[in-house]
Every structure is written in C-alpha cells, then in structure tokens.
C-alpha cells in the first residue's frame, strides 16, 4: 500500500532520520540493533531519508533506504532536490532509486548552499520537479511535497506559496509533508487558507521533538524562520544556559540540559495531541537518529499503542 493510501484509511505515522556522515555513524543507524531496527518496533507505516546539506550526501541516503526497504515492513521515502541537478541526472538517480525498490519521494527544491542564487540545476522549483517526474516515470513514484504553515521564507507571500502548493498538487502530488510549525493558530488558518485555495492533498505533519534549546532555537531560526510561541519561549528561558545556549557545558548546564529535555518532551506530546484534534492525514515524527526520546514521546502521545 501507499503512502497516501494509508493516510486515506486512518492517520499514518513516520520518522524521519538523516544519513550519517561517519561509518561509525552508519553502523549505529542502520547496522545490526541499531536505531533503524529499534525505530521498526513502534511500527510506523514509512522511514523517510533526507539528504546533506545541498543535496549531498546522496550515497549515504540510498544505504539509508536499502536497509529501510530490506525491513520489509517500511516504506522507505527519499528526499530529493533540484540542487546542482540536471535532467538527465535527475533521471538517472530516480531510476536507480526505482532499482533498488523505493518508489517514494518528497520532491524539494532544496536549501541553496551559503551565496548561491539559484539552484546551479535545470530545474529551480519543487513545482517544475513534480512536473517532470510525473512526464519522465508517470505513476512509478508517490510524491510528496512540502507544506510551509508559515510560509516558505523564500517565498513573497504566504498566499503565492499556497498557489505554489496548488501547483505541485496540479502537477501531480500525492500529499503533503510539512515544514516545522509550533503556532497551532497558524496552523489552523494556514489549514483553512490551502483547502479554500482548492488543496485537497493529505496533510501529513513534521514534528521535531523539543529536546536541546540550541538545538530548537537553530532549527526554528537558521532555516525555517518560524515562530516560537510563549509556550515553548517560556521552557527556553526558564532552563536558559548563560551566557547562551550554545556555549560548552558544565555540570549546571547539564542539569538544566536534563531539566529542558523533560519539558520539551511533555510540551512535543502535547503539540502532537492539538495536531491529532486538527484531523491530520499523519504524524512524522523526525527521529534525529535517535530512539529513547522518540520511542518515549509516541508511546506516551497514544499515537502508538504497542
């Protein structure tokens, strides 16, 4: 079954990892009792991979995904970018994914790498890559798209970004995966906004648990430009490490660290509960490459009961 198939049945529930950059690093993802074979016992309906940064690391994210695929229980979902990609490139590696049996992706355009102006490819939207992996494979590939609550922060306005999801489910997507959104009031209106705008796509939602201050604050400011509600301020500054977050630890930054860990975990499940009433299409939780923490927040959520 599909991604989207099973999203029309009942809500889905996915983890997103990220290729290692070490040997070491792959062993402990995907080796033998490593993260991948821990995160299959919660049973979520599919493992997406993402790339590098600037769409590098590809070798990576296809061993990656071959042990997904070999689980025989997962489906298995690559990024893919427009990054530094030709056509003929493109086609080549879609081919070669198809090869090894993963017949899903979430088509992106990609982060541009520090002063470049475009994305150095033959295409330079996520829109012109759904278009042409539906021209070059037809049905052969699941698409998935990203969904920005806020808006993309490359993009003019967040109304041109929704005629831009319009446009990718034209084009031939099969549903949507979010951009990383704690404003559950935007979220609701950004909702509202892509149905009116005639966006029909499953809403399968990215959910990064609050874990490490550095960590959130990085995430929510240095790619995405998102809002942190006075929630999730108000945990940031009651375990806040002076002088800032990102400076080495001590014994009292450790304690703290442990302290923000706990209420990061009770705020992410209560996200995942607001997000449940919303009446999403799924739950994609990014794993970090980790599993006590992600393990701990879908049991306790109830978005599995094992």
């Given amino acids: 079954m599909k991604a989207h198939e099973i999203m029309e049945k009942r809500m889905?529930?996915?983890?997103?990892?990220f290729p290692p950059k070490t040997d070491e690093g792959m062993t402990k993802l995907a080796g033998k009792g490593g993260v991948l074979e821990k995160l299959y016992k919660l049973k979520p309906d599919y493992i997406s991979c993402t790339?590098?940064?600037g769409g590098g690391n590809v070798g990576k994210n296809l061993e990656v995904l071959d042990a997904v695929k070999a689980s025989g229980s997962v489906i298995p979902i690559t990024h893919f970018t427009c990054i530094g990609n030709t056509h003929e490139g493109i086609k080549q590696q879609l081919q070669?994914?198809?090869?090894?049996?993963?017949?899903?992706?979430?088509?992106?355009?990609?982060?541009?790498?520090f002063g470049w102006t475009g994305t150095g490819g033959d295409l330079h939207y996520a829109t012109e890559l759904v278009k042409f992996v539906r021209d070059t494979f037809g049905d052969k590939f699941?698409?998935?798209?990203?969904?920005?609550?806020?808006?993309?922060?490359?993009?003019r306005s967040l109304e041109a970004d929704i005629s831009f999801l319009k446009q990718k489910q034209d084009e031939g997507a099969n549903f949507i995966m979010t951009q990383l959104?704690?404003?559950?009031?935007?979220?609701?209106?950004?909702?509202?906004?892509?149905?009116?705008?005639?966006?029909?796509?499953?809403?399968?939602?990215?959910?990064?648990?609050?874990?490490?201050?550095a960590a959130t604050i990085n995430m929510a400011l240095s790619r995405n430009g998102c809002v942190i509600p006075r929630a999730l301020a108000e945990i940031i500054s009651r375990y806040w490490i002076f002088p800032n977050p990102f400076a080495p630890?001590?014994?009292?930054?450790?304690?703290?660290?442990?302290?923000?860990?706990e209420a990061g975990i009770e705020y992410t499940i209560r996200l995942i509960d607001e997000y449940r009433v919303c009446g999403i299409a799924g739950i994609h939780l990014y794993a970090l490459n980790k599993y006590d923490d992600v393990a701990r927040i879908v049991l306790e959520s109830g978005i599995k009961d094992l």
């Fill in 12 to 17: 889905a529930f996915s983890f997103e990892v």
């Fill in 51 to 53: 790339y590098g940064a």
């Fill in 96 to 113: 070669t994914y198809l090869e090894h049996g993963i017949d899903h992706m979430l088509a992106l355009r990609g982060d541009l790498p």
């Fill in 142 to 155: 699941t698409i998935a798209v990203a969904g920005s609550p806020e808006g993309h922060i490359a993009c």
């Fill in 181 to 213: 959104c704690w404003d559950m009031d935007q979220f609701r209106r950004w909702v509202d906004a892509i149905r009116k705008a005639g966006v029909t796509l499953p809403i399968d939602v990215g959910i990064m648990p609050v874990l490490d201050a």
């Fill in 249 to 261: 630890a001590d014994d009292a930054a450790d304690t703290k660290k442990a302290a923000f860990k």
